[in-house]
């Protein structure tokens, strides 16, 4: 895998979101790539919580300033960048300030999740692509964590699938068991159809809970890699359907095996 590039997509990273199952997977797998030689690319959502003067962010101006539509709305997409420490890993950060300045990752002081977190998906998973074709840096893989990220394979393979810079690219999206309560805007469904206007490509979030968002990432990605131990049945049944490669959960081989399963991808295409 040495040279090769891996774009690692996450709702969480530390060390720049407190220390959980995903953001230390996300982090230990860019991590581990990394000092094997793969070049890499971190993007998650710049939110309000993250300090930027003690983390060293900075806005990156030549790749800020385009408006991306959202919902028919212009929305202005800022990046920023910062590197992590010891690692020498640059991590980029998806900002709009209606999105996400506010003080909070995905919920209110009552736990209450934003009513504009569909949206907010969107506008990562958007943001994400159109700033990796400003850089014109063509992944090999593209490593899904999160279901904030997981509307990006639905995107990739539907709204972006003659963008040159993806055709070789391997989707992988990791599964975890972090479920969210309740649905997301009831009009996510609509939201995203007004990107790819074909019904049967958003038929498995026209109720957007968190299991079908995470069907939608699974049915558009190449392969996928169980993030947790314990995953509900419904989604190991559903990914077992889908006849694709799977990496099991990993606790004791976790650096070799993520490698290999990269290896194995990338020589497949």
């Known amino acids: 895998m040495k040279d090769k590039r891996i774009l690692f997509v996450s709702s969480e990273v530390v060390p720049y979101l407190p220390e959980t199952e995903l953001s230390s997977t996300a982090f230990n797998a860019a991590k581990n790539a990394h000092s094997k030689g793969v070049q890499t690319r971190i993007f998650m959502p710049r939110y309000g919580v993250i300090n930027e003067r003690r983390h060293q962010l900075h806005e990156v101006i030549r790749l800020s300033g385009m408006n991306l539509v959202v919902n028919d709305m212009d929305m202005p997409l800022i990046i920023k960048v910062a590197s992590i420490p010891k690692e020498r890993m640059q991590v980029y950060?998806?900002?709009?300030?209606?999105?996400?300045?506010?003080?909070?990752?995905?919920t209110d002081e009552d736990d209450t999740l934003f009513e504009d977190n569909d949206e907010r998906a969107i506008f990562f998973a958007k943001g994400v692509v159109e700033t990796v074709k400003k850089l014109n840096w063509a992944p090999d893989i593209i490593h899904v964590h999160g279901w904030m990220a997981s509307l990006l394979p639905?995107?990739?393979?539907?709204?972006?699938?003659?963008?040159?810079?993806?055709?070789?690219?391997?989707?992988?999206?990791s599964i975890y068991n972090n479920p969210f309560e309740g649905n997301l805007d009831e009009e996510l469904a609509d939201k995203v159809k007004f990107d790819l206007n074909d019904n049967s490509k958003i038929a498995t979030i026209s109720t957007p809970n968190h299991t079908n968002i995470l069907?939608?990432?699974?049915?558009?990605?190449?392969?996928?890699?169980?993030?947790?131990?314990?995953?509900?049945?419904?989604?190991?049944?559903?990914?077992?359907?889908?006849e694709i490669p799977v990496l099991?959960?990993?606790?004791?081989?976790?650096?070799?095996?993520y490698l290999n399963f990269y290896a194995d991808l990338v020589s497949a295409t």
């Open 215 to 242: 069907k939608s990432a699974i049915e558009n990605s190449d392969a996928i890699i169980h993030g947790s131990e314990d995953i509900s049945e419904e989604l190991t049944s559903f990914i077992e359907d889908k």
């Open 154 to 173: 639905l995107y990739l393979r539907e709204f972006y699938n003659e963008e040159p810079l993806f055709t070789e690219s391997k989707i992988v999206t």
């Open 93 to 106: 950060f998806i900002d709009n300030e209606e999105y996400f300045k506010r003080k909070a990752v995905f």
């Open 248 to 257: 099991g959960f990993q606790e004791e081989n976790f650096k070799e095996s």
